[in-house]
């Protein structure tokens, strides 16, 4: 049986949709994050070296990183469902938003994260407002302009298809549905009118329900 590591408020409840949408037994392994430090629990290094999650097991198979055990899961047992057909526009589409979702979209949102974060770390009085006027700088003339970009990207796409990859559900809306979530998430980000409406129309997907009761309370910050 397929063996889930899952971390509470991560990219693995991502595995626990696509399992759901396929209609796979699987089993569920939970970890929780340390509340101070959001970290991952040092268990998930015995799973993988380098202590992340989402991490699968199957088949004597150790497999980690998203995209992959995406892929993985497609492939073994996909039947055809939640991938275009090789060779066509779509799949190209696909396999573009499959990788563009971690590689493009996540690390302007990280930084957004983290940069909004630096003025609540503790650091000596004196070096606050220091702290404070970096953030607040490369928020505003980088992190912002590059997330603003990247939004208005997904909602003209999602306006001129149904879906990421096109007029059918895919894993890569899977995929794209934690930069979407990761973005709903933080202040001062705005929403496109479309990107709004995708993220309606996935959570009233009964297997994204189902891996919500899985999964636990779901919580980006």
């Given at each position: 049986m397929i063996e889930v590591h899952h971390l509470n408020n991560s990219r693995s409840q991502r595995v626990?949709?696509?399992?759901?949408?396929?209609?796979?037994?699987?089993?569920?392994?939970?970890?929780?994050?340390?509340?101070?430090?959001?970290?991952?629990?040092?268990?998930?290094?015995?799973?993988?070296?380098?202590?992340?999650?989402?991490?699968?097991?199957?088949?004597g198979h150790t497999i980690a990183e998203s995209g992959t055990i995406i892929e993985y899961l497609i492939d073994r047992y996909g039947d055809g469902r939640l991938r275009p057909l090789r060779g066509t526009e779509a799949y190209l589409r696909y396999l573009y938003w499959?990788?563009?979702?971690?590689?493009?979209?996540?690390?302007?949102?990280?930084?957004?994260?983290?940069?909004?974060?630096?003025?609540?770390?503790?650091?000596?009085?004196?070096?606050?407002?220091?702290?404070?006027?970096?953030?607040?700088?490369?928020?505003?003339?980088?992190?912002?302009?590059?997330v603003a970009t990247?939004?208005?990207?997904?909602?003209?796409?999602?306006?001129?298809?149904?879906?990421?990859?096109?007029?059918?559900?895919?894993?890569?809306?899977?995929?794209m549905s934690f930069p979407a979530e990761a973005?709903?998430?933080?202040?001062g980000i705005e929403l496109g009118r479309n990107v709004k409406r995708f993220l309606g129309r996935i959570h009233t997907r009964p297997a994204y329900q189902r891996a919500l009761q899985v999964g636990g309370a779901y919580q980006l910050y």
């Open positions: 626990l949709w696509l399992l759901e949408e396929l209609g796979r037994e699987y089993k569920v392994v939970k970890y929780e994050r340390d509340p101070d430090t959001l970290l991952a629990p040092p268990e998930l290094r015995r799973i993988h070296p380098l202590g992340k999650s989402p991490v699968i097991r199957d088949h499959m990788h563009y979702a971690e590689g493009s979209a996540m690390p302007p949102l990280l930084l957004k994260l983290v940069f909004t974060r630096m003025p609540k770390a503790r650091v000596p009085g004196v070096l606050r407002p220091l702290v404070r006027a970096i953030a607040q700088r490369a928020q505003k003339t980088f992190i912002d302009p590059q990247h939004l208005r990207y997904w909602d003209d796409e999602l306006g001129a298809h149904e879906w990421f990859a096109g007029a059918e559900f895919t894993a890569a809306d899977i995929q973005a709903a998430s933080r202040a």
